[in-house]
């Protein structure tokens, strides 16, 4: 208005018109290239789950041609909810749920039931590579998930977890040429900053360079509760003709202090406390350090097979000081507390090589995979237990002075020596037939395992015990693509872990102690055995996937009669998976699916909790996320996500159980322009009810008691990214 005010007061209508003439398409234009930038930043910001990614041996898969189920969580995603952690990602799974690890802040994931921890998470296909306890979303590309067992695909996993499904995180590479600045806030007082640069470069840009650093400090919604994390990577890679490579280092550092960690209970369930109520204490903290990276190249030998290798490191240190609550009396809260300090290095390494080769004739294809694998781990650490705690109360918590150090250590806490270190070794073939145009597809492979262990004395570091076990751990998948858009598939795969140490004795019930026949004996790897038929459909706007599962995971127990360890009890969990993604309309996105798990314990020792319920796996589990462009309004998005988790056994016995509980996610996004640059302005409120829950009862060593994890109360997050 002001320019042409000024037009006015210096010209004639005539003049005025034929200005207007001249400059009209010049403001159509600008008005073109403006929808265009804030169209393409839209397109860039979209959250998108899709079908296929890694899948461990068989490479870079699409959904369709695969037997297994595999869903990949994009960057946008992890960039438009401004997770804390991994499982913050993954709360958008329908078939994932997370809780803790017992007395730490590292995450458990819950696949089909059985769990995955965070040292037994992928990074780019390498197991031993992912920080352990905690890992910062912001160093990744991808989240990839397989349902399933996949000793076969990625070779047993060295932490021993991993039955129901595998996790795979894929760093982030430069893929076009981008520099991205963000500003965020989480409530209470938590705020953050993040630079992303990435740039192609080179004659044919074949050379990439990806640089993103994130820094995040402050308090978040719990009570007092502080995190900080501080995070660099940085990924170059090469791609020109048959050579391909990359090189992928890391640094994160994350503080957290404060942390409410999970509540142990007795007999009863107690109500919830206020949801942001912190029962931890201010000396409570967990420091991580970690360096990580990998290197990988390819080699295109000619058109039909492709040699690769890839390798992969960790150094990591955690000083962790615990304070964890036992609750004494559900009605009141009355508590009591405990606390313990425990100092850890982990030093790892990972490698494999191969070689895929691909073949056509006689009206048939082959696509044949062999390699070999190895992964060490060497574990430090030390503790300090205390056994005098502190009174304290789950819905009036006190502050208490930190517990007389010293009560029970074990190891040097001041120089950590191993405690435990483990290789894991392979090596693998498979042969994956095609027929009618590759419209059948019938996979058959095997996998050599080694598993070998060797544990110390905390006293001393003395060699205290060994074990050396191999296993063989086939796979077999078939695929059938009767019509475009239409894929069913069936597998049958194994787990496999490293079996347990018998113990030397057993409670007798009477406040005495019987001997272990075998007490001290290792017993061979663990399999469990995986049956899986499903199907794929993609039509158009819609990509749908249905699978039904049966796992039958052995269980060890000393047998009552005989008094001899063994792995005697099964936990067979049968289940139902229904995913579904896509844009019905335009401007319209959903990610939803449902899940219904059916976990028994059969063959129990004794014949005592035979038919239960397994502790924490919930019956049903259902997502849904949606974005919705408004279409008159494109600059402005609005989100949203709904959490169901169905009932879920809080014992073995099944005289507890933990209530279904909803909870809903709102949120919107907005593009403006500042010049011709896009600038997103996201904000984001979770669990928008402040509902008040006990998330997960899922309790991996049952020995300590039923232990009980609360559900995050309601979050504020905001952040405004510009991206030249």
Same mark, same amino acid.
């Given at each position: 208005?002001?320019?042409?005010? /000024?037009?006015?007061?210096?010209?004639?209508?005539?003049?005025?018109?034929?200005?207007?003439?001249?400059?009209?398409?010049?403001?159509?234009?600008?008005?073109?290239?403006?929808?265009?930038?804030?169209?393409?930043?839209?397109?860039?910001?979209?959250?998108?789950?899709?079908?296929?990614?890694?899948?461990?041996?068989?490479?870079?898969?699409?959904?369709?041609?695969?037997?297994?189920?595999?869903?990949?969580?994009?960057?946008?995603?992890?960039?438009?909810?401004?997770?804390?952690?991994?499982?913050?990602?993954?709360?958008?799974?329908?078939?994932?749920?997370?809780?803790?690890?017992?007395?730490?802040?590292?995450?458990?994931?819950?696949?089909?039931?059985?769990?995955?921890?965070?040292?037994?998470?992928?990074?780019?296909?390498?197991? /031993?590579?992912?920080?352990?306890?905690?890992?910062?979303?912001?160093?990744?590309?991808?989240?990839?998930?397989?349902?399933?067992?996949?000793?076969?695909?990625?070779?047993?996993?060295?932490?021993?977890?991993?039955?129901?499904? $595998?996790?795979?995180?894929?760093?982030?590479?430069?893929?076009?040429?981008?520099?991205?600045?963000?500003?965020?806030?989480?409530?209470?007082?938590?705020?953050?900053?993040?630079? +992303?640069?990435?740039?192609?470069?080179?004659?044919?840009?074949? &050379?990439?360079?990806?640089?993103?650093?994130?820094?995040?400090?402050?308090?978040?919604?719990?009570?007092?509760?502080?995190?900080?994390?501080?995070?660099?990577?940085?990924?170059?890679?090469?791609?020109?003709?048959?050579?391909?490579?990359?090189?992928?280092?890391?640094?994160?550092?994350?503080?957290?202090?404060?942390?409410?960690?999970?509540?142990?209970?007795?007999?009863?369930?107690?109500?919830?406390?206020?949801?942001?109520?912190?029962?931890?204490?201010?000396?409570?903290?967990?420091?991580?350090?970690?360096?990580?990276?990998?290197?990988?190249?390819?080699?295109?030998?000619?058109?039909?097979?492709?040699?690769?290798?890839?390798?992969?490191?960790?150094?990591?240190?955690? +000083?962790?000081?615990?304070?964890?609550?036992?609750?004494?009396?559900?009605?009141? =809260?009355?508590?009591?507390?405990?606390?313990?300090?425990?100092?850890?290095?982990?030093?790892?390494?990972?490698?494999?090589?191969?070689?895929?080769?691909?073949?056509?004739?006689?009206?048939?294809?082959?696509?044949?995979?062999?390699?070999?694998?190895?992964?060490?781990?060497?574990?430090?650490?030390?503790?300090?237990?205390?056994?005098?705690?502190?009174?304290?109360?789950?819905?009036?918590?006190?502050?208490?002075?930190?517990?007389?150090?010293?009560?029970?250590? =074990?190891?040097?806490?001041?120089?950590?020596?191993?405690?435990?270190?483990?290789?894991? $070794?392979?090596?693998?073939?498979?042969?994956?037939?095609?027929? &009618?145009?590759?419209?059948?597809?019938?996979?058959?492979? #095997?996998?050599?395992?080694?598993?070998?262990?060797?544990?110390?004395?905390?006293? +001393?570091?003395?060699?205290?015990?060994?074990?050396?076990?191999?296993?063989?751990?086939?796979?077999?998948?078939?695929?059938?693509?009767?019509?475009?858009?239409? $894929?069913?598939? /069936?597998?049958?795969?194994?787990?496999?872990?490293?079996?347990?140490?018998?113990?030397?004795?057993?409670?007798?019930?009477?406040?005495?102690?019987?001997?272990?026949?075998?007490?001290?004996?290792?017993?061979?790897?663990?399999? $469990?055995?995986?049956?899986?038929? =499903?199907?794929? !459909?993609?039509?158009?706007?819609?990509?749908?996937?249905?699978?039904?599962?049966?796992?039958?995971?052995?269980?060890?127990?000393?047998?009552?009669?005989?008094?001899?360890?063994?792995?005697?009890?099964?936990?067979?969990?049968?289940?139902?998976?229904?995913? !579904?993604?896509?844009?019905?309309?335009?401007? #319209?996105?959903?990610?939803?699916?449902?899940?219904?798990?059916?976990?028994?314990?059969?063959?129990?020792?004794?014949?005592?909790?035979? =038919?239960?319920?397994?502790?924490?796996?919930?019956?049903?589990?259902?997502?849904?996320?949606?974005?919705? +462009?408004?279409?008159?309004?494109?600059?402005?998005?609005?989100?949203?996500?709904?959490?169901?988790?169905?009932?879920?056994?809080?014992?073995?016995?099944?005289?507890?159980?933990?209530?279904?509980?909803?909870?809903?996610?709102?949120?919107?996004?907005?593009?403006?322009?500042?010049?011709?640059?896009?600038?997103?302005?996201?904000?984001?409120?979770?669990?928008?009810?402040?509902?008040?829950?006990?998330?997960?009862?899922?309790?991996?060593?049952?020995?300590?008691?039923?232990?009980?994890?609360?559900?995050?109360?309601?979050?504020?997050?905001?952040?405004?990214?510009?991206?030249?």
């Amino acid at each position: 208005m002001v320019a042409i005010r /000024g037009i006015v007061r210096g010209t004639s209508l005539l003049t005025l018109g034929a200005t207007l003439a001249v400059a009209g398409p010049a403001f159509a234009q600008d008005a073109a290239d403006s929808e265009s930038i804030v169209v393409t930043a839209q397109r860039n910001n979209q959250t998108k789950v899709t079908g296929g990614g890694n899948v461990g041996v068989f490479g870079t898969k699409a959904a369709e041609d695969i037997p297994f189920n595999i869903r990949s969580y994009n960057e946008a995603l992890i960039l438009n909810q401004q997770p804390d952690t991994l499982g913050e990602v993954l709360e958008n799974d329908p078939t994932v749920r997370t809780t803790l690890g017992f007395g730490i802040a590292g995450e458990v994931f819950v696949i089909r039931g059985f769990e995955l921890d965070a040292s037994d998470v992928g990074f780019d296909g390498l197991y /031993g590579i992912t920080p352990r306890q905690l890992v910062a979303p912001e160093l990744f590309s991808s989240v990839q998930v397989i349902n399933g067992a996949s000793a076969f695909l990625n070779g047993a996993a060295p932490g021993g977890s991993g039955i129901g499904g $595998s996790v795979n995180l894929i760093p982030k590479m430069a893929e076009r040429d981008m520099t991205r600045a963000t500003l965020g806030y989480t409530s209470a007082a938590h705020f953050s900053g993040a630079v +992303d640069v990435a740039r192609r470069f080179g004659a044919n840009g074949e &050379w990439g360079l990806r640089v993103n650093g994130s820094a995040r400090r402050g308090d978040i919604a719990i009570n007092d509760e502080f995190h900080s994390s501080y995070v660099l990577g940085a990924t170059l890679d090469y791609n020109n003709g048959p050579l391909r490579s990359s090189l992928n280092l890391n640094y994160q550092r994350l503080n957290q202090s404060y942390w409410r960690g999970q509540v142990g209970i007795g007999a009863v369930i107690p109500r919830v406390p206020d949801a942001d109520t912190n029962y931890s204490q201010p000396w409570s903290q967990i420091l991580t350090k970690d360096f990580f990276g990998t290197f990988s190249l390819e080699y295109d030998v000619s058109e039909e097979a492709m040699v690769y290798a890839k390798v992969g490191a960790r150094d990591g240190r955690e +000083d962790q000081t615990t304070a964890s609550i036992t609750v004494l009396d559900a009605v009141t =809260g009355a508590a009591t507390g405990a606390g313990s300090y425990v100092p850890r290095e982990d030093n790892n390494e990972s490698a494999t090589a191969g070689i895929r080769i691909k073949l056509e004739g006689g009206g048939m294809s082959h696509e044949v995979n062999a390699g070999v694998a190895v992964s060490w781990q060497v574990n430090r650490n030390a503790y300090d237990f205390d056994f005098i705690g502190y009174a304290t109360n789950l819905y009036d918590p006190v502050v208490a002075p930190r517990p007389i150090p010293n009560q029970f250590v =074990g190891g040097d806490l001041d120089n950590v020596f191993p405690i435990g270190r483990t290789r894991v $070794s392979s090596a693998f073939f498979s042969d994956t037939l095609g027929l &009618w145009d590759d419209r059948i597809l019938i996979t058959g492979g #095997l996998r050599l395992q080694e598993i070998k262990t060797t544990s110390y004395s905390y006293a +001393d570091g003395s060699r205290t015990g060994g074990y050396k076990e191999s296993a063989i751990t086939p796979v077999v998948g078939l695929v059938i693509k009767p019509v475009e858009g239409l $894929s069913i598939y /069936g597998n049958r795969i194994e787990g496999l872990l490293a079996g347990s140490t018998a113990p030397p004795t057993i409670d007798d019930g009477q406040g005495g102690f019987l001997p272990v026949v075998n007490g001290g004996a290792v017993l061979p790897p663990v399999k $469990s055995t995986q049956y899986e038929v =499903g199907g794929k !459909l993609n039509f158009g706007r819609f990509n749908a996937g249905l699978a039904l599962f049966r796992i039958d995971k052995p269980n060890s127990f000393v047998d009552p009669v005989t008094l001899i360890y063994g792995n005697y009890g099964v936990q067979r969990n049968r289940g139902i998976e229904l995913t !579904l993604d896509g844009e019905p309309v335009d401007g #319209l996105r959903i990610i939803t699916g449902l899940t219904i798990n059916d976990a028994k314990l059969r063959r129990t020792e004794g014949g005592i909790n035979q =038919g239960n319920d397994a502790i924490g796996v919930p019956e049903v589990l259902a997502n849904a996320n949606v974005e919705w +462009d408004l279409p008159f309004l494109p600059e402005l998005t609005l989100v949203g996500r709904v959490v169901y988790t169905g009932k879920q056994a809080a014992n073995a016995t099944n005289t507890l159980e933990l209530d279904s509980w909803t909870r809903f996610d709102l949120g919107a996004r907005y593009v403006a322009l500042v010049g011709e640059t896009p600038l997103t302005l996201r904000f984001n409120v979770d669990n928008v009810a402040d509902k008040r829950y006990w998330a997960s009862a899922y309790n991996v060593f049952s020995a300590f008691g039923t232990r009980l994890l609360q559900g995050g109360p309601r979050t504020f997050k905001a952040s405004a990214s510009i991206e030249f």
